[in-house]
């Protein structure tokens, strides 16, 4: 348990890794505990699993029975001093899924997403910076996730660029900075646990690269604006957004052409937004 990141966050570990009754050995040097180590473990154990047992039946019974019946008021004793109650295990995630780390630039984007317009002092603290601010633990926003190459929502079918067809993974979405729509590929799906146990899923998106002034004079469709198509570089931008699911348009075509095309000396994609049907604009 020695870890860097326990060490950081909880300090020295001595209370959790040390037998907790050492300091008691010459009170027991009269007892003979040879070889009865493991069942007083045992027993310490056992009662910790009974309370624990306990507690998330007092958390799922307090929310669906009424607080003034006999139960009701027997939890409310025991457990008054408890302002977040313990869950079930049905309510518990599944910490292991999250296994997976940012990278430091799509953290960056994350911590700078999650804290926008956010006060100081409710904002997520940086698991980077040390020290940690006193008081502000439970706000760390931590950088390991489960990263996921398909994503459905509202019944259509999403994924990442390395895992799934180049169709399949273009979209057109609202950037959520400047609310202009904007169309690109989706580099990165994942979901976050976000402290009281809320799961956030976030799509990390690389623009499409628009053409140069000199380039965009040679564009056709710009003459032709209910044909609802643009021209875009093909080459990969170095921009990168972060969205949720509900700042999804919907996917858009591409039609790749070779240089020259139109007179322009880039390979370029065809993009059409029609494939939406007008329900968003």
Known sequence: MHTAQLLKFWGPLVLLNEYPFERFNGMLQSIPTNKHVYELD???????????????????????????????????????????????????????????????????LLFQRLNHGQPQRTSFVDCHQFPIPPGSADRVLFDWVKHRHHLEFRGYGYSDQSHGTLGNSTISFFNP??????????????????????????????????????DMDKDPYLWFPN???????????????????????????????????????????VVNDTLNRGRVT
């Open 177 to 214: 900075a400047s609310k202009e729509q904007r169309t690109g590929f989706i580099t990165e799906i994942f979901t976050i646990l976000l402290p009281a146990s809320v799961e956030q899923t976030f799509l990390v998106v690389s623009p499409h690269l628009s053409l140069s002034s000199y």
């Open 227 to 269: 044909l609802r198509c643009h021209i875009v570089y093909c080459r990969d931008s170095s921009e990168r957004i972060l969205i949720t699911p509900e700042e999804i348009i919907f996917h858009v075509a591409l039609y790749r052409r070779p240089k020259g095309t139109y007179g322009i000396t880039e390979e370029i994609y």
């Open 42 to 108: 045992l027993t310490m154990l056992q009662q910790m699993c009974r309370q624990a047992r306990l507690a998330a039946v007092a958390a799922d019974f307090t929310q669906t029975h009424p607080s003034n019946s006999n139960f009701g008021q027997v939890f409310n004793i025991l457990y008054d001093k408890f302002p977040y109650p313990a869950s079930s295990q049905a309510q518990i995630p599944n910490l292991c899924e999250y296994r997976d780390q940012l990278s430091e630039e799509t953290y960056r």
